[in-house]
């Protein structure tokens, strides 16, 4: 089975650019989630969808962070503008049931760059 | 405030014995915990939940316990090879979202 599927796996660009980080969660999970990772941070969960329905958005940093699902089998993630501070690695989850005692499976993330 | 604590130091040992990573937490009462393995360049991958009315859960060479009055789990992996060199995140429902404790990095030496 696929696993859950990110693009692009690396990303370098210039501060003010907009940046779009794309993807497709596993077929039949209904919930879907956008951390970022750093290392001072650790791992911390920006957004979260069910049933592509943002349910918690409380971890997205300002403004600047978007995150829209169109459909159960793709979501973005977008930043304009970009910021040097917003250098990090992106992970996108997803899961059967929302926040619950099923585990989630990561993609293996964007690794953004913002010079 | 809400703490995840886990061992930022690497936890340096040999093939062949027991590893043993902590996470503590503060000021969180989750009805369960997980575990994550995580390979550089990768995303994590669940390995373990137990539920707070679980004291231990076992899955082939690996062992969790939660200790909901000590406020603590432990992560074990016996007979570890150096295969299992990885970090180790412990995670846990905190406020309706999954809250992930920083991980710590396991180096088994051959």
């Known amino acids: 089975d696929a696993g859950v599927i990110q693009s692009p796996r690396h990303e370098v660009t210039e501060m003010g650019q907009e940046v779009t980080l794309r993807c497709k969660p596993i077929s039949g999970h209904n919930s879907l989630f956008w951390y970022r990772q750093t290392m001072m941070r650790g791992l911390e969960l920006l957004i979260y969808f069910n049933n592509n329905v943002p349910i918690d958005d409380s971890g997205m940093p300002e403004d600047r962070f978007s995150a829209k699902m169109p459909n159960a089998s793709f979501s973005t993630l977008k930043i304009q503008p970009s910021e040097p501070r917003d250098s990090a690695v992106y992970f996108c989850?997803?899961?059967?049931?929302?926040?619950?005692?099923?585990?989630?499976?990561f993609g293996d993330g964007t690794r953004l760059s913002i010079l | 405030s809400q703490k995840i604590e886990q061992n930022s130091e690497a936890l340096n040992i040999q093939e062949g014995k027991t590893a043993t990573l902590t996470c503590n937490y503060t000021n969180y009462s989750p009805a369960y915990l997980q575990w994550y393995r995580q390979d550089p360049g990768r995303g994590p991958v669940f390995l373990l939940l137990i539920r707070e009315n679980e004291k231990e859960k076992r899955k082939e060479r690996l062992k969790v316990t939660f200790d909901t009055t000590l406020k603590q789990s432990l992560f074990h992996i016996t007979a570890s090879q150096p295969a299992d060199s990885a970090t180790y995140l412990c995670?846990?429902?905190?406020?309706?979202?999954?809250?992930f404790g920083t991980g710590t990095r396991l180096l088994v030496s051959p």
């Open positions: 995670a846990l429902l905190g406020f309706q979202k999954l809250v």
């Open positions: 989850a997803s899961s059967r049931a929302g926040v619950s005692n099923q585990p989630q499976h």
